[in-house]
């Protein structure tokens, strides 16, 4: 099986790319025992996704892929963006970001919103960027106990139900992430037959 390593501890992340992936054995930091912190220090999506995947490739000097996401909200001048983890706080608490959100949008007739996801692959011929939109709404409240993060208060565009509401399988064929996934998936097989890292 093809070996894919994503520079990130959550469980919620390498389950659902794991499940975008069924030819690939998608391993994370735990699984490789790297238990160094990657600290995300860039300014952007795209740089904190290099951040990881070059601290990766520099720890074991194989192919190493970096992630991040952010929920960027027009109304807010595309916040909170790089920030979108710990929009409430460094505890990283769901809830409180979603609230925090919420609130925020309280007086805003202007509910548009997008997540955008950015995948960096690093490895001896350098960095190459993947990234993957999905436009839609934020919802008036919390609705859906599927998904993380703030999947719960996010609509898509041609859906009138959360990420949170939506079964597993459509979300991972429509989220922001399944389409950097895909371009990093095309990208991988056209440099090699067999799909992967070079």
Avoid: C, W
């Avoid at 959550?10 to 992936?21: D, N, Q, V």
């Avoid at 807010?76 to 409430?88: I, S």
């Avoid at 703030?150 to 389409?179: C, Q, W």
Wanted: hydrophobic share 40%.
């Amino acid at each position: 099986m093809k070996k894919l390593i994503f520079a990130t501890t959550s469980k919620h992340k390498l389950t659902e790319i794991r499940a975008m992936l069924p030819g690939y054995d998608v391993l994370g930091l735990e699984d490789i025992g790297y238990h160094t912190e990657i600290e995300e220090t860039g300014l952007t999506l795209e740089e904190n996704a290099t951040i990881k995947a070059l601290q990766l490739y520099n720890h074991i000097h194989e192919a190493s892929l970096g992630e991040d996401t952010g929920l960027e909200v027009f109304a807010l001048d595309m916040a909170p963006g790089v920030h979108t983890a710990r929009y409430a706080g460094n505890d990283r608490n769901p809830a409180k970001n979603m609230d925090k959100l919420l609130e925020q949008l309280t007086s805003k007739s202007d509910r548009r919103a997008r997540f955008r996801t950015v995948i960096a692959l690093a490895d001896k011929e350098g960095i190459r960027l993947f990234e993957g939109i999905v436009h839609g709404t934020i919802s008036e409240a919390r609705s859906g106990a599927g998904g993380f993060g703030y999947d719960p208060v996010f609509i898509p565009e041609g859906y009138d139900k959360t990420f949170a509401e939506l079964p597993s399988d459509i979300k991972n064929n429509i989220s922001h992430r399944a389409m950097a996934v895909q371009k990093l998936v095309s990208f991988l097989a056209s440099e090699n037959p067999a799909g992967r890292p070079v």
